[in-house]
């Protein structure tokens, strides 16, 4: 009687060992990647930082629905998708006075920074149906198989989607540096 308790526990004892291990194993491999998107949908690190946290905890409470390690990276963005979601239903929304807002000097900023600030601003400012495939595979490095998948679309439609995504940042950038020859020439 007794000695099939200490199996029982020694089994399950082994079985939260295996986990423990799969899970620090999955930490390891893709925190900096789901991170890396938690912060390019958010914006904002301290936030983003709570959302990965989120993320993981409960990929820890699923672990055991996971049966195929290959997808674990796109289970780990839907799971994260679904936190920033819950987190605009119960979002208060702060208010903040302008006058405790201080604008950085733009002559302070080197071009590179500006470059990349104007990247991000047009791709931040395209459609959500064309920004999230594009942030997939740009931040993410998801195939446009995988994106399907992830998103529920038709791979066509996502390489479509992606196509003018593109196009919208090339138009987007050509209409800024027509706009700025301009304005110092």
């Known amino acids: 009687m007794f000695s099939g308790k200490k199996k029982s526990t020694a089994t399950v004892s082994s079985d939260m060992m295996k986990k423990q291990q799969r899970y620090e194993a999955l930490v390891k491999a893709l925190h900096a990647d789901v991170y890396r998107y938690a912060l390019w949908l958010i914006k904002d690190k301290a936030i983003a930082e709570d959302v990965v946290q989120e993320t993981f905890l409960r990929a820890w409470k699923s672990l055991d629905s996971l049966k195929d390690e290959a997808a674990a990276k796109s289970w780990l963005i839907t799971i994260l998708r679904r936190e920033n979601a819950r987190r605009f239903e119960r979002k208060q929304f702060d208010l903040v006075d302008i006058d405790d807002v201080s604008v950085a000097d733009p002559n302070d900023i080197n071009d590179v920074a500006l ?3 104007e990247l991000r601003n047009i791709m931040s400012s395209l459609n959500e149906e064309y920004r999230e495939p594009l942030m997939l595979q740009v931040i993410m490095g998801f195939t446009g198989d995988e994106i399907a998948k992830q998103l529920g679309l038709n791979k066509n439609t996502v390489m479509t989607r992606l196509f003018r ?18 304005v110092n020439g």
């Open 165 to 182: 995504a593109r196009n919208q940042i090339k138009d987007a950038l050509k209409a800024n540096e027509e706009m700025g020859v301009t």
């Open 115 to 117: 470059e990349h600030r």
